[in-house]
């Protein structure tokens, strides 16, 4: 039933570059009731079928996702949905590291992000606005003020003629909500398996898992988060400026609720409350680390205190405080987001600060770019990985990526300044904002996610 050879004389067992380890041919060898001596190279030669196979063969897709959180997820399930001209489609594989079921995954955690209207409109053309609407809030007005001084705006969805701002979304709920879509794909899923090993071929991508299984790919996309594993085995630097700032998170109800966002500029760091569903708030308050690490340790009474103290009484008297969270912030930029036969998204391209909620909505324009690029390949019946489509990939993000990660470390650094002159130019912007018609028109173009189209 199987046949597997074993040539002592070879010098260089093939599989030992993918870390086709000593532990994984052992395991093999007992699947498969083989006995390997100790030492002896070792050329896997044929693979004959049964529970041997799937432990053996190395898989070929089109296209390997590395990281199925939010930008790997929607990317798997938007070229799933590709179709060439003679009905051909992709093999697409997905490799997430983690249980999409657990509460405590690192990509679908207790967080909750604010989507713009422009980014809805972007996944409704994915067809994954559906996924995603049963646990999203509308956002119909923001406000932005600066805490002690007399700025601030406030912009309404029907100023604009539109139904809303944006969209809050739980990342806790849309992940299983966008898995489940996924087992009923053509998508392979590889889960739970970390990318442990990536070697660049001429035609192709080879991917080793940590359970000693074999990809290869026309094209890997690194999906993998800030420290992406993918980024790192292209030897692709980063771009790293820690901020000394945390972000602390939890879900609040207050007395009042209501369909506005807030974002109130502290002499710490800003503090956002989105509206969610079931009358709860998002809380993302931005602090030193020092601060964060302290207000962490209060008890609910006493971070409530402050949290009030900090945001005021817009929605009256703050009730309730949920389990809190942390996040050390830091620009990550790589330095490229593409190289032979790979591309970076979401995340593992760049990571921003969170003040202007950019995030999520600059990494689904690199998924939307991104199958945009392959599936004009999918019409040639061109390879996936071509140069061609990576370096258009690559170029068509450029522009974006340097004004959102400009445009975030630059809001960073004027709100985080408490100069008296700052806060005077700062808040004499945030008025002029709001009596003038043409910037306040600019700002809600940016928080529609709108700014390339529209302005
Ligand atoms: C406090 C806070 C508030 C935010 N608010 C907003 C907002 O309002 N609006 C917005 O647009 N954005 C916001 N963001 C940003 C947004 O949350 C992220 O941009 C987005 O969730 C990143 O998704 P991702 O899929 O690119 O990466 P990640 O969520 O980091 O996912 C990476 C995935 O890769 C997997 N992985 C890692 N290594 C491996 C490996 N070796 N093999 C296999 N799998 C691997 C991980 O398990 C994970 O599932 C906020 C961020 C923070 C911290």
Redo the contacts with the bound molecule.
Sequence with gaps: MFSLTCDSSLEFFPYCEHNRSTRWIAAAATELNFTVRKGARVAIVSIGAGLGEAFLTTKQVDIAI????????CLALSLAQLKGPNGERYQVAL????EVNGTR????DS??????AG?VDTLKGLQLWSAIAANAATIERIEVSDRGHFGGVAMTAAEYDVDSLGHVVE?ERTGPALWQRLTESTVELYCP????ALTQRQHQVELTLNDGQQLNAKLVVG????????RQRLNIDLERQPYQQT?V?ANISCAEHGVTAYERFTSEGPL?L?PMSDGRYSL?WVQSDDEAQRRLALDEQAFKLELQQAFGQRLGLIEKVGARAS?P?ALCKAERVHHHRSVL????AQ??H?IA????????RDVATLVEQLDVALQRQQDPGDYAIVQAYADSREDDRSRVTGLTDGLVKLFSNSSRLMALGRNCGLLSMALSPTWKRQLAHQAMGWSRKRT
């Excluded at 490799?95 to 983690?98: K, L, R, T, V």
């Excluded at 995954?105 to 679908?108: C, D, L, T």
Aim: charged content about 5%; cysteine-free; overall charge negative.
């Design positions: 590395v990281g199925g959180a939010m930008a790997g997820a490799i997430e590291a983690n995954h690192p990509g679908y967080r909750a992000i604010a989507l713009a980014s990342l398996n970390a990318l442990t999906a993998d988060g800030t420290m992406s594993q993918v972000a998170i956002a989105l993302v996040y912030l998204i979401g995340n593992a990571t921003v969170p909620g950019q995030g999520f909505n600059l990494g689904l």
